[in-house]
């Protein structure tokens, strides 16, 4: 299909100026194709929507007065709040009364483009959306903006389906890797206690029980708490830690390229509390892990673990510490070694 002829047709239409040999060959198009009368019902129900219709009796310099004021009220085209004002002054200059009439075509093109931008804004419904995942879970969610997060086993993203034109905001619960599309508006990432901001970058957020940790892959990234508002920017191998209403803590170097090893279905820990890595295998493989002993509070563990039941991981994080660990009815309990 001829889309310029096709637009032309359609717009004589709705304005009555169809020749008979044109409106039986625009006739023909539309019964010929599903797609075409689609096609002409939606420039129809913009026509409709533009309040120009071929039962009034068109006045031009009010089209363009509306024309203008259309663009002007519209929010979606704040950023280009020059375009009334290069209206009007082609409108002053170029299209004197004697030849608008030649430009009416422009004019209603105009007017629908408008009209079809407002519609457009007016007809997306914003909706929160969850991706979610579970036990042994990973999931790839691709955002409105082309942005892309890795979901690790229980966690949780809630995100728009579409972001405003200010900013783009998104809700973490377990941990993610993001991978940040650069595109003028912040993104900003809200877990329980803290908010990181980015711009366009690639890095890791591990939010569980009221602790936020930060790691940056790529780029730079602003990372705050919740209520103090405290500031920390981190680059690549960089990381900063937020427990509950803490301020974030200095950024230290880490292995960013390492901590984000999960995206491989493994189970990765570096210098993490037994606590922490206790949390982490519940979660991982569904099943009770107490740990009995005060002590055992300040161990921590380095290393990583792919492919193996949770016996065999158990075996070796306690070889690794020096601890032992016991299977009962309700599960497994770690402890020191007699």
């Known amino acids: 299909m001829n889309n310029k002829k096709f637009l032309d047709l359609g717009l004589k239409?709705?304005?009555?100026?169809?020749?008979?040999?044109?409106?039986?060959y625009f006739n023909d198009m539309l019964s010929h194709s599903d797609q075409n009368q689609k096609e002409f019902d939606k420039l129809k129900l913009f026509w409709d929507r533009s309040k120009i219709n071929s039962e009034?009796?068109?006045?031009?310099?009010?089209d363009w007065e509306l024309l203008n004021r259309r663009i002007s009220d519209s929010e979606m085209i704040k950023e280009i709040n020059t375009v009334?004002?290069?209206?009007?002054?082609?409108?002053n200059s170029l299209l004197t009364p004697k030849l608008r009439p030649a430009f009416f075509g422009l004019s209603v093109l105009l007017v629908l483009i408008c009209s079809f931008l407002l519609f457009t804004k007016e007809g997306v419904k914003v909706k929160n959306l969850t991706a979610q995942t579970y036990s042994r879970d990973?999931?790839?969610?691709?955002?409105?903006?082309?942005?892309?997060v890795i979901l690790n086993n229980n966690s949780k993203l809630l995100y728009p389906n579409v972001f405003n034109n200010n900013s783009r905001e998104v809700a973490l619960?377990?941990?993610?890797?993001?991978?940040?599309?650069?595109?003028?508006?912040p993104f900003l990432i809200k877990t329980s206690n803290a908010k990181t901001t980015v711009v366009g970058t690639k890095f890791n957020i591990w939010a569980r029980d009221q602790k936020t940790r930060v790691s940056v892959n790529e780029g730079k990234v602003k990372?705050?708490?919740?209520?103090?508002?405290?500031?920390v920017y981190l680059s690549r191998n960089q990381q900063s830690v937020v427990l509950q209403n803490n301020k974030p803590s200095e950024p230290k170097i880490v292995d960013s390229d390492f901590l984000t090893e999960w995206i491989k279905e493994k189970l990765v820990f570096s210098n993490s509390p037994l606590n922490e890595v206790v949390s982490e295998l519940r979660n991982y493989y569904s099943v009770n892990i107490a740990i009995d002993g005060t002590n055992l509070s300040t161990y921590n563990l380095t290393g990583s673990f792919k492919n193996h039941d949770i016996d065999s991981v158990l075996t070796m994080i306690c070889l690794a510490l020096d601890v032992n660990y016991i299977k009962n009815e309700n599960g497994y309990v770690i402890k020191l070694r007699n």
Request: aromatic fraction near 4%; charged fraction near 30%; avoid cysteine.
């Open 13 to 24: 239409s709705l304005t009555g100026e169809l020749t008979a040999d044109e409106e039986k």
């Open 56 to 62: 009034v009796a068109i006045d031009l310099d009010k």
């Open 84 to 91: 009334p004002g290069l209206v009007q002054k082609i409108y």
């Open 138 to 148: 990973l999931k790839t969610i691709l955002l409105p903006d082309g942005s892309s």
């Open 173 to 185: 619960e377990g941990e993610a890797f993001f991978s940040i599309k650069k595109d003028g508006r």
């Open 223 to 231: 990372v705050s708490d919740a209520i103090n508002k405290q500031v």
